[in-house]
C-alpha cells in the first residue's frame, strides 16, 4: 500500500536527532529582547544617534580589512584564463591569502567540458559530527579499539552523504567531514574519534568544482567561503551508487584545514587529463619543502604552480598533439626537485 | 509580564516547538533555517504574549509567523541561490527500500513548489489544519487555499511520480 501524504510529510520531517529547543534559554532572550525594546522607547533618537558613530568609526577598519569575497558561481569554478594552442606552462591562479576568488575569462564551451557541480546542502559542524562519528563506529569500529588495516594503509574513509548536483541534474554523493592523515610522511593516528576536530565550521558556503574521471570515477573540491578550507571527494569506483547499504564504495574524502599554522596542510591541485585536451584539477599534499608544483608531458612542460597552504584550482587545455600529462614534479626553493611521481 | 506568564511560556516553548520546527521545515526546505525561524518567532510570541493570548492564541499566532516568515525565506532562498535537496540520511543495511531516498524525493518535491501552494499543502496534510484555518493563517480566501492546494498536490505527484514514489492521496480531499 502507498503511504498517503501524511505519512510522506511525517517521514521527511523527522527530526528525532534534532536537539529539543532550550526553552529556558529562549525565555531568557526574550526577556532581554523586552528590556532592550522598553529600552529603546526611552532612549530613541539617542540610541541611533551613537549606532551612526559607532558604524562611522568602524567602517575605515572595514574597508581596510577588505570584505571577503562570495563564493563563486557554483557551475563556474575558479579557472584561469585558457591557453588553448599554446605549449607554454600555463599560468596558474589561485585564490589570494586574503581569499581572493580567483578569476578568468570563461573558458571556451566544449562538448567535453562537463565541469560545474553544485552542493545542494551544507550540514551543520553538529550534525557532520555526529553522522561522522556513526559511520566511523559502522565502518571501522569505536576509537580505541584496533585499528583496520585498510584505515591505518590509507587515513582516509568515508564519513557521511553530501549531496552534489552536477550538471544535467544528475546528482552525486560525497563524504563529509573526515579529517585526513595530516601528511604523507607520517602515520595516521586514530582518526575515528577525531570527527569535527579539524575545522570546517567556517564552511558557511561551498564553491564545488567537478571533475569526472575517464573511468567514470569521480572527484569533487569543494572550497570554503573565506577560501580558508577545502573538502576533496574522490570516488574511485566507476559507476558508483548508493543502492547499497554503504553509500560509495571505496570513495575517501580529505578535508584540508589551509592557511598557515600548528596542523594545516599545504596542498598543490594540479590537473588530470579528461577528455583529450581539456583537464583540470587533481593535485594533494604538498611533499617535503617543495614550493612549487608542474605536470609534464614528457619532456613539455604543461602546467605549473605555487604550492601554499590553501587550494586552488586551474583550469587548461593540453598543447596540440599532447593526450594527458604524465607526471607531476615538485620543486624547492632553489628549484631542485624533490617531489616526483608518474600520473598514470 | 508576570511570572506566571513565563512558566506557561516555557511549558508552550517546551510542547510546541518541535510541531513549528517540522512545519517551518517543510516550508523552507532547511533544517537550520527552520530552527531560526522558530526561535525568531517564540521570541516575537514572547513580546506579545499578553495580547496574542487574550486574541488568537499562542499557538496559532507561533504557526502563523513561523509559516509566514518561513515563506519569505523561501522566496528569498529560492531567489538567492539554485541549491536544493537534502543530505540523505546515513544509509543502513536496513534501509533496503531508500527510505531515505523517499524523504528527499519529499523534500525536493515541497521545495519545487511556489511558496504559497507549498506552505497551502503543509497546513493542510501535515498540520491538519482546515481549508478555513489554513486560509487564516495565511491572509488569504478558502478560494486561494483550495486552488493553492489543489495546483501543489498535483505538482507534487507529478515529482513523486517522476522519481517512482508512489503517493495516495486518499486520505485528503485536495479542496
Known sequence: ?344 | MPRRDDEAYVEFVDAASRGLRRTAYLVCGDWEQAEDLVQDALLKLYVAWPRVARSEGVHAYARRTVVNVAIDAGRRGARLRSTSGEVPDLPDSHDAVGQSDTRAVVVDGLRGLPARARACVVLRYFDDLSVEETARMLGVTTGTVKSQTSRGLELLKATFERAGVALDLVGGDTA
Not at chain 1, 63 to 81: C, E, F, I, R, Y
Not at chain 1, 222 to 243: E, Q
Open chain 1, 1 to 344: 500500500m502507498s503511504p498517503d501524504i501524511k505519512e510522506l510529510f511525517e517521514a521527511a520531517a523527522d527530526d528525532a536527532q534534532r536537539d529539543q529547543l532550550d526553552a529556558r534559554a529562549l525565555l531568557a532572550r526574550g526577556k532581554r529582547k523586552l528590556r532592550a525594546r522598553n529600552a529603546g522607547v526611552a532612549v530613541g533618537g539617542g540610541v541611533a544617534a551613537v549606532a551612526v558613530l559607532l558604524m562611522a568609526s568602524q567602517l575605515p577598519r572595514e574597508l581596510a580589512d577588505g570584505p571577503v569575497p562570495p563564493a563563486q558561481t557554483p557551475t563556474q569554478p575558479a579557472t584561469p584564463t585558457p591557453s588553448a594552442a599554446s605549449s607554454a606552462p600555463v599560468t596558474t591562479s589561485r585564490p589570494g591569502p586574503a581569499g581572493t576568488a580567483t578569476t578568468g575569462t570563461r573558458p571556451p564551451q566544449s562538448a567535453a567540458q562537463t565541469s560545474g557541480a553544485e552542493v545542494t546542502r551544507k550540514l551543520s559542524l553538529a550534525t557532520a559530527e555526529e553522522r561522522c562519528s556513526l559511520r566511523m563506529r559502522a565502518e571501522y569500529g569505536a576509537a580505541g579499539t584496533p585499528v583496520p588495516d585498510s584505515l591505518q594503509r590509507d587515513g582516509v574513509y568515508v564519513t557521511d552523504l553530501l549531496r552534489i548536483r552536477l550538471p544535467g541534474g544528475q546528482t552525486q554523493y560525497c563524504s563529509v567531514p573526515g579529517p585526513a592523515a595530516p601528511s604523507y610522511d607520517s602515520p595516521p593516528r586514530d582518526v575515528r574519534e577525531a570527527c569535527g576536530r579539524l575545522a570546517w565550521m567556517n564552511l558557511t558556503s561551498w564553491t564545488p568544482a567537478k571533475q569526472e574521471t575517464p573511468d567514470g570515477g569521480f572527484t569533487a573540491a569543494l572550497w570554503s567561503n573565506d577560501r580558508t578550507a577545502v573538502l576533496f571527494c574522490d570516488t574511485d569506483d566507476p559507476g558508483a551508487t548508493r543502492s547499497g547499504p554503504v553509500a560509495i564504495q571505496g570513495a575517501s574524502v580529505q578535508l584540508l584545514r589551509t592557511g598557515t599554522g600548528t596542523g594545516w596542510v599545504r596542498v598543490h591541485w594540479l590537473g588530470s587529463e579528461r577528455a583529450g585536451r581539456q583537464y583540470w584539477g587533481g593535485g594533494g599534499v604538498v611533499r617535503n619543502d617543495a614550493v612549487r608544483y608542474a605536470m609534464f608531458a614528457g619532456a613539455r612542460k604543461l602546467t605549473e604552480s605555487t604550492a601554499f597552504y590553501g587550494v586552488y584550482a586551474l583550469r587548461s587545455w593540453l598543447p596540440a598533439g599532447v593526450t594527458k600529462p604524465d607526471r607531476v614534479v615538485g620543486y624547492g626553493a632553489d628549484g631542485s626537485v624533490v617531489d616526483s611521481y608518474p600520473i598514470p
